[in-house]
């Protein structure tokens, strides 16, 4: 009797150590930590030599159209669409923290509205650099990137309308969808560095960004995350084998996340870092 009893709670702890919201609690730290490096890459490139007038730098920062001698308007819009997204990264995952949003309600409004206003500012600004100032590799390989900006506005209302409706169950889901799709333009170099991770180097990727994994991966980095999310929602209701559904996806999501977030920090921005200020 004593052997049974030891064995069965170590196994229930064993799968419980994998349960969903401990893959979400996961998730979201790799998230964070990807997030903070992508953030402190952002402030190196761009928000210091803004402040200092150092443009030599922000032309070395390799942006496709980037700041250009003479384009007032163009640069203006370019740095109010690359600075704001250090902050912006940051705040959002913050409003995800529970403990936060209970205890610090006053904060999780006013950090709420800057991170919604800022992201439909991101979308705006995003959509104009690359189909108005050009600011594209390749037409076919920004259609999931145009998607994605087209969808934050709508999300972002969502979320907005829901909140002041006070029924916070929906507030959630469209804020959480909202998170993610602001988040794409991040996801999208941590899947596509996991890819590359994974093949162990270019496997349907290109150099303009069209070939088929790259278009593949512009709309999975933020319709992937948000099936996923759904899925968890409905695991919440659901019997056991969507629920052990859901924590595999989960982990897989946290894992590749975590991937990504290395990779990324490894081969994208560290070395455009040293290059510039070495
Ligand atoms: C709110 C969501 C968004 C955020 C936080 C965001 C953030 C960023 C950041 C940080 C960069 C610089 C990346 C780097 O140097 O590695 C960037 C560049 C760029 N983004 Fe966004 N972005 C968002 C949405 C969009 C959307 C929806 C589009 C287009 C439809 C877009 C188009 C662009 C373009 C074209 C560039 C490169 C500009 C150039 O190189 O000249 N962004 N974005």
Not at 180 to 193: A, H
């Amino acid at each position: 009797m004593a052997e049974v009893s030891l064995v069965r709670p170590a196994k229930v702890r064993w799968f419980s150590a994998f349960s969903i919201h401990n893959g979400l609690s996961v998730w979201c730290g790799a998230m964070f930590g990807a997030q903070v490096l992508f953030a402190f890459y952002l402030l190196c490139i761009y928000l210091l030599p803004t402040l200092v007038g150092a443009t030599e730098i922000l032309q070395q920062s390799g942006s496709i159209k980037g700041y250009q001698d003479g384009d007032a308007v163009g640069n203006f819009i370019f740095l109010s669409h690359v600075i704001p997204a250090a902050l912006l990264s940051v705040s959002g995952t913050l409003q995800l923290i529970p403990s936060i949003r209970n205890n610090h309600l006053q904060y999780h409004r006013w950090n709420g509205r800057f991170f919604l206003t800022m992201g439909v500012l991101g979308a705006v600004t995003g959509l104009y650099l690359t189909w108005v100032r050009g600011a594209r590799l390749s037409d076919i390989g920004a259609i999931g990137i145009t998607l994605n900006g087209l969808l934050i506005p709508v999300f972002v209302a969502l979320a907005w309308r829901f909140a002041l409706l006070k029924q916070w169950n929906s507030h959630q889901r469209f804020a959480v969808h909202a998170y993610i799709l602001i988040n794409g333009v991040l996801s999208f170099r941590l899947f596509l560095m996991s890819w590359y991770f994974l093949n162990q180097g270019a496997n349907g990727n290109n150099s303009t960004l069209d070939g088929p994994a790259d278009i593949a991966l512009s709309f999975a980095c933020y319709c992937v995350p948000m099936a996923v999310y759904e899925l968890c929602r409905w695991a919440q209701s659901a019997g056991r084998s969507v629920r052990s559904v859901a924590a595999v996806t989960v982990w897989v999501m946290a894992c590749g996340t975590f991937i990504g977030m290395l990779t990324a920090a490894a081969f994208m921005w560290s070395p455009k870092l040293v290059a510039i200020y070495s």
